[in-house]
């Protein structure tokens, strides 16, 4: 159980470490085309719905269903940008979103397995996962998520302002 915790607390810390790196160097060093600022906050909603499912709803046979249909589609759709991202990155901003990718679905099997320190388990062998501290991340995570989403709509959508070309 304390190696789940460790590496739970490992992966989510590091996850959050290099998200911020990529939203506030490299995205703000080399400024958000308007696909971007509508698409990134769509990753970041199909990922806090998953959030919404473990921390507020039982596990049951449909939730878990549910949300294993909104882990793939949000482990699909942060890959939407790649396209533009190959175009408009550079090289360093380019191995960051891998290993975001790499990270995402880890997070949310983290996130699943943690299921049961919010609600009884809809398999037996999950109790074994409940963690108070792994808990308290999640909210944590919860919570910041929340306010990155809210952040990614007003400062990308409202506050930033593109430069006119000449």
Request: with cysteine; net charge positive.
């Amino acid at each position: 159980m304390i190696y789940f915790e460790i590496i739970s607390i490992i992966i989510i810390m590091t996850h959050g470490m290099i998200m911020c790196l990529d939203e506030f160097y490299f995205h703000h060093k080399r400024k958000l085309p308007k696909w971007e600022r509508l698409g990134h906050p769509i990753d970041t909603l199909f990922f806090f719905f998953c959030f919404l499912i473990v921390l507020f709803f039982p596990m049951t046979k449909l939730t878990v269903i549910l949300f294993f249909i909104l882990s793939f589609i949000s482990s699909l759709i942060i890959v939407k940008d790649e396209f533009i991202h190959a175009k408009s990155c550079c090289i360093k901003e380019n191995y960051l979103h891998a290993i975001l990718f790499v990270f995402h679905p880890i997070l949310l099997i983290i996130l699943f397995l943690s299921w049961s320190s919010f609600t009884k388990s809809y398999f037996s062998g999950l109790e074994n996962f409940n963690s108070i501290i792994v808990k308290n991340i999640i909210y944590f995570q919860f919570v910041t998520t929340a306010l990155f989403f809210i952040y990614q709509i007003i400062f990308w959508n409202f506050i930033y302002k593109e430069k006119s070309k000449l």
